[in-house]
């Protein structure tokens, strides 16, 4: 058995190898497959990052042409499907329909339940990236009362999405910027190593899980407050302090004193020990989508104003914490007409091509192992029982 080394949180273990994405958290650097994060926020577009990711290079101009057509052949629902959608109660959490729903799509579609082989691999893929967006706009849709329209292909990939998400909320189309913005956040999230959603992902798919139960179980993770949950609960902070007549000030005391067991949320990283850099490209196109939307938010101020006494106070200077992705992108998210409960679930779409990249790597590793941590056991020695009558 050897010697077993307590790593809570895995701070120091590796459980895998990887050559999908690189993070240097002292200097702020990520790249997918080698591609500096800069440049393929500024240049490429999410179903091209989806592919990059999956198969390790850039596609030429006609193999992005047939993934695209072949995502966007795939991006409707079954009608039981949108059924099965409509009988939550309109209250529920959209994460918790998300990840049912998820969970739900290899039973309408046996034919990938078990991921056997390169083409069943390559049909679950496109039917993940093509229906997760579907699927989060209609229980968006849902648990709004309203009623899912039809995917139209022809708009384009993130285009549709908005359309099926937004149309009732905004009755018109929205302009290219803001599409672009949105392609734009969801290149951002494709992929972040071995986060907790995706070390989650890789621990369930360990087993020989498909990819769609393990997908769903990476949805899960990503619902907590302290990974994907983040960004709804940024709002929810800029909100209270807001009302609070715009006091920051007060707010980062009371997050000081650590008793009072507020976290400036959105700020802080395990790897990142410098600037996000994804931070930065969000803070940039919060301006600008802002401004294509006509919606000048007092929150992004207050955002901006938290920031700055965040960034000159020794508390976070001295502990390495800076804004990271989940700081900006609830307020471009909001301006687009979202609600806050759906930004994790915008996460989660962003963060399916990572999660299918990182699935299909694991299983092609022939050095992968079920994941099956060690402990160290901390409780009571042998002893006797004591029947119910003595006790
Ligand atoms: N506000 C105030 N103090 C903080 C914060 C924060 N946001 N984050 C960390 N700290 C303090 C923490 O109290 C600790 O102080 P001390 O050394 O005196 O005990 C120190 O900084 C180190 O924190 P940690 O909790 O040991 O760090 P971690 O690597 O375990 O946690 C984190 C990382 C992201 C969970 C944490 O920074 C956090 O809770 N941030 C707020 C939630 C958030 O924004 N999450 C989104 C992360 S990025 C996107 C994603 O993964 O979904």
Redesign the pocket.
Known sequence: TGLVTYDP?F?NTANCRSEITYIDGDAGILRYRGYPIEQLAASSNYLEVSYLLAKGELPSKAEFEAFETRVLRHTHVHEDFRRLISSFPRTAHPMAIISSAVSALPGFYPEVFAVAGEDEEELATVLLLAKMPTIVAYVLRHTQGQRMLDVDPENGFVDDFLRLALHQVRGEQFGPEVVAAMDKLLVLHAD?EQ???TATVRSVGSAHTNLFLSVSAGINA?SG???????E??LTMLEEIRDDHGDAKSFVAK??D?SSG???????????KNY?PRAAIVKEAADSALEALGARDELLDIAMGLEEIALSDD??VS???YP????YTGLIYRAMGFPTSMFTPL?AVGRMPGWIAQWREMMHDPTTKIARPRQVYTGPGERDFVSLDAR
Do not use: I
């Open positions: 949180g701070m972040h986060n907790c959603s990503l407050p302290l990974h994907g949950g983040a960004n609960a940024v997050v000081k650590k507020a976290r400036l949320m959105g700020f802080g990283h395990r790897v990142y996000d508390y976070f502990r390495k914490l990271n992705v989940d700081f996460f």
